[in-house]
């Protein structure tokens, strides 16, 4: 404790107060604060205010403010920040305990003793912060330490995720970490040689504490009962068991194979944090990081590749959701795909002008001279970001899952956008291309090809419905991929719906599609779970692998030119039980109808139309389809000219007649009766041997009277 020196102000001007005023009176209150008055200073004892944010007085009734008492603030639960006044010199024990709604502290210059347990349970404390000019105190990001910085003395409860302790600490206090429940992983130093009892006590999300030293001395219950804790340590390091303080240890080391004296690094058991990727190990060069490496490391923030390294495989790191800065050095000269997929909070490549491949501009991974852009850097966060002009190539999914960009801006000299640049990108409202550009084009922010005949990305964070252009032909792969879409209309000009074209659209309710489109790619209408029914046009051949797949389809009609359905397209659609079919059944894979509900399906076919009979064997019903009106079935090798006659089937009714009527020239009212004919089954085989005899015939059903 600091003793005062100097003389109060009340008895310099009062000399003969009674002596009284020197000893201590009892409790009274002042406005939200409770205080005792000991030796001419106020201790503050207790806290009947409305919470907030609360600045402790320096004075009270002329006297100073010197001490905060044990206990003084325990249980207020609606404070949410405290500044306390460069008069206080003492806090006393729990003096904050379990205040849950506390986030910050601010202390004074004068502070000089801090009780046990003075912020315990605050569970919402971020930051306790200390002016640089006291003298027993400081703090960095919000945590408590001596003024030396030798000691860290209180770890705000609120804080989350990972820390590392800054080197030159060299002891941890007693409870500085207690109960701090969302804390996942702390990095301690080599310079900590004592850590105090119940440091870590009750830190109930802590899965990980990793060594860079030695092990240092324990207090009691450091760690408390945590059975999930594992304690990891360096290769460099010695005395470590198979145990430590209650908790397995875990040599944490990187694995790697040697080929041709040089070593590929393939993973390894490493702690939470930064990582460096070493230029040597056991005198043997690492030359690359293998594929797949680290992918799914959650706990990895930072990454440095030594120099010496020259590969990095294919996803190697991909999704280190928590992965923010990547340095590379110049002797890499091959980065794989998806070497930094998903990355989600990557805010900056760092590569050094030296590297001969590849540079970094805003931090976002480039070619050396700038002309591709590899990979966006997901952690930015800026909503709108403009490709610098130059740029030429925009790689395969360079921006693939980015969720804060709102905007992208190509510009003139963009040639070419690689599969998937910008799929996924869930807030994207628009892809804004320079006019002058020779190879692009947008439409309201929907990018095209320059003749928009192709639709290569609508933006996913567009809501509502679309229709697409009359002139596009090609809808192309993932192009509505994830989109918040709820209805389509795909005018006749689109001939094809590449792979993926709409793959999870969960939103998307209703889809129109008109005559003109000949198949669908694979997965391109998969996982759209609000879709319940569809119509597919006459036009349609071919049905890809999965393209209808898992959704809650209840209906579906196919047009009469469908002739293959393959693998699972229609496969785990829970709630189908009808599906009309137009032409003769199509060539199919096994699967291409499959799932747990099969016995509830019923395919209904056109009386007329072949093949039908085969589907019995995979368990479907079918039934006939009799529509309301005859039609011509102009599928089939039964349908155009024969031997020395016009031919087509017609499907209707069982027993139900139909007149055959013909012209020669629609515009005129010249229809004259060919043929009558009685539908047995609900069809008839009709011919017209007289067809040969008119430059133009043309043909019409009626129902006979």
């Known amino acids: 404790m600091i003793t005062l020196s100097s003389v109060n102000p ?96 601010t202390l004074g210059i004068g502070v000089a003793s801090i009780g046990n347990m003075a912020f315990e349970w605050c569970g919402s404390l971020q930051s306790i912060l200390v002016p640089v000019q006291n003298s027993f105190y400081s703090s ?26 800054p080197n030159g600490v060299a002891n941890i206090g007693t409870d500085a970490f207690y109960d701090c429940f969302d804390l996942r992983s702390v990095t301690i130093p080599g310079s900590v040689t004592t850590i105090q009892d119940e440091a870590f006590y009750d830190c109930m999300g802590l899965s990980i504490v990793c060594f860079q030293g030695n092990p240092p001395g324990l207090g009691t219950a450091v760690f408390g009962d945590d059975t999930y804790l594992t304690v990891y340590y360096l290769p460099t390091t010695s005395g470590w068991g198979t145990n430590f303080g209650g908790c397995p240890t875990v040599l944490a080391q990187l694995n790697y194979i040697t080929n041709n004296g040089t070593l590929t690094i393939t993973g390894g058991t490493i702690p939470p944090g930064g990582m460096t990727i070493p230029g040597t190990i ?48 110049g002797s890499v000269t091959n980065i794989g795909d998806y070497a930094f997929g998903d990355c989600f909070s990557l805010a900056n490549f760092t590569v050094p002008a030296a590297n001969s491949v590849y540079s970094s501009v805003g931090g976002n991974l480039f070619n050396k001279n700038q002309t591709a852009l590899i990979q966006y850097a997901y952690g930015q966060t800026a909503g709108s970001y403009a490709i610098p002009n130059g740029v030429t190539t925009i790689e ?77 032909t ?19 000009s689109v001939t094809a719906l590449e792979d993926d074209a709409f793959f999870g659209c969960y939103w998307l309710t209703n889809v129109v599609i008109a005559n003109g489109l000949n198949s669908l790619g694979e997965s391109v ?57 137009l032409g003769n059944v199509p060539s199919f894979d096994p699967t291409a109808i499959s799932g747990d509900n099969l016995s509830r399906i019923t395919v209904y076919y056109l009386p007329g139309t072949t093949g039908w009979s085969r589907l019995a064997a995979y368990g479907l019903r079918v039934a006939p389809w009799y529509l309301p009106s005859p039609l011509i079935l102009i599928n089939g090798p039964g349908f155009g000219v024969q031997t020395n006659a016009f031919c087509f089937t017609i499907s209707w009714a069982t027993n139900a007649s139909v007149v055959v009527e013909a012209c020669t020239n629609l515009g005129a009212s010249g229809w004259q009766p060919v043929q009558t004919n009685t539908l047995t089954g609900g069809s008839v085989w009709f011919s017209d041997p007289q067809w040969m005899h008119y430059q133009n015939r043309f043909y019409r059903l009626v129902s006979a009277p």
């Not at 192309?476 to 006749?492: Q, Y």
């Not at 209808?548 to 189908?576: H, I, K, M, R």
């Open 282 to 329: 056991n005198g043997l060069a690492v030359t690359s990081i293998a594929e797949r490496a680290f992918n799914f490391d959650e706990s990895l923030t930072s990454l440095t590749i030594s120099n010496g390294v020259t590969s990095i495989g294919d996803g190697a790191f991909d999704y280190c959701v928590s992965l923010t800065n990547v340095t590379i050095p």
């Open 140 to 165: 960095v990001d919000g945590v408590l330490f001596d003024q030396a910085q030798t000691t860290l003395l209180q770890f705000p409860p609120g804080q989350s995720g990972n820390y590392t302790i």
């Open 396 to 472: 395969d999914g360079a921006f693939e899952d980015d969720y804060t960009l709102t905007n992208i801006l190509i510009p003139n000299s963009v040639t070419t956008i690689g599969d998937y640049a910008f799929a996924y990108c869930s807030s994207l409202l628009a892809i804004t291309v320079a006019p002058a550009n020779a190879a692009y084009s947008d439409v309201g922010g929907v990018l095209f090809d320059k003749k928009q005949t192709t639709l290569i990305q609508y933006p996913e964070g567009l809501l509502g419905g679309y229709t697409i252009p009359t002139g596009v």
């Open 525 to 581: 209408f998969q996982y759209c779970w609000n879709l319940t029914s569809l119509t597919l046009p006459n036009s349609v051949t071919t049905i890809g692998n999965y393209a209808l797949a898992d959704n809650s389809l209840g209906s579906l009609t196919v047009g009469s030119g469908v002739s293959s359905l393959g693998a699972y397209a229609l496969a785990n659609n829970s709630d189908l039980t009808n599906i009309y079919c």
């Open 10 to 105: 009340l008895l310099q001007r009062h000399p003969r107060l009674p002596l009284l005023l020197l000893m201590a009176l009892p409790l009274v209150a002042h406005a939200q604060f409770e205080y005792a008055i000991t030796n001419n200073a106020i201790t503050i004892t207790g806290y009947t205010g409305q919470g907030g944010a609360v600045t402790i007085p320096a004075f009270v009734n002329r006297l100073p403010v010197t001490a905060i008492g044990d206990s003084a603030f325990a249980w207020s639960d609606s404070l949410t920040s405290v500044t306390i006044p460069d008069s206080v010199t003492s806090i006393g024990d729990e003096a904050f305990q379990e205040c849950m709604g506390l986030t910050n502290v």
């Open 474 to 492: 090609t809808i192309a792969t993932n192009a509505f991929s994830d989109c918040n879409l709820t209805s389509v209309a795909i005018p006749g």
